[in-house]
C-alpha cells in the first residue's frame, strides 16, 4: 500500500522553527516529485514547496527564504525546515507526491498529485 505520512507539527511562537517530515512507505521516491501543501481555516489548500526528481526545488513567494525543502533518501522521507514562522502561516500541511519521468521539474498545483497524507497542524501563535 502506497502511504505519506507526516509528522513534526505543533504550537510555536512567531519567530520560532519547526521541522515537518513525511515518510513514505510502500514506494520510493525515486521516481516521485514530492510537494508541500498548507490550508488554513476558510481557506484553499495551497501549494508551499515542491522537489523534484533531481532535487531541485520551487518555493511560494510567501515562503522564500523562509522555508527549505530537502530529502533524506536513506530514511525515504521529505522534510520541510520551516523558520521564521509567522501567525498566517497556521494551517494543516500536506505532502503529496506525484510519479513522473520528468527529472527536473516539480509544481505547485495539487491537482497533479495523485498520493496524499493525512496532515499536520501547523500553529504559530504567541
Known amino acids: 500500500q502506497l502511504q505519506l505520512v507526516e509528522s513534526g507539527g505543533g504550537l510555536v511562537q512567531p519567530g520560532g522553527s519547526l521541522r515537518l517530515s513525511c515518510a513514505a512507505s510502500?514506494?520510493?521516491?525515486?521516481?516521485?516529485?514530492i510537494g508541500w501543501f498548507r490550508q488554513a481555516p476558510g481557506k484553499e489548500r495551497e501549494g508551499v514547496a515542491c522537489?523534484?526528481?533531481?532535487?531541485?526545488?520551487t518555493y511560494a513567494d510567501s515562503v522564500k527564504g523562509r522555508f527549505t525543502i530537502s530529502t533524506d533518501n536513506a530514511k525515504n522521507t521529505v522534510l520541510l525546515q520551516m523558520n521564521s514562522l509567522r501567525p498566517n502561516d497556521t494551517a494543516v500541511y500536506f505532502c503529496a507526491a506525484h510519479k513522473t519521468v520528468l527529472i527536473r521539474y516539480c509544481g505547485l498545483s495539487e491537482r497533479t498529485y495523485e498520493l496524499w497524507g493525512q496532515g499536520s497542524q501547523v500553529t504559530a501563535s504567541s
Open positions: 510502500g514506494f520510493t521516491l525515486d521516481s516521485y516529485f
Open positions: 522537489i523534484s526528481r533531481s532535487r531541485t526545488t
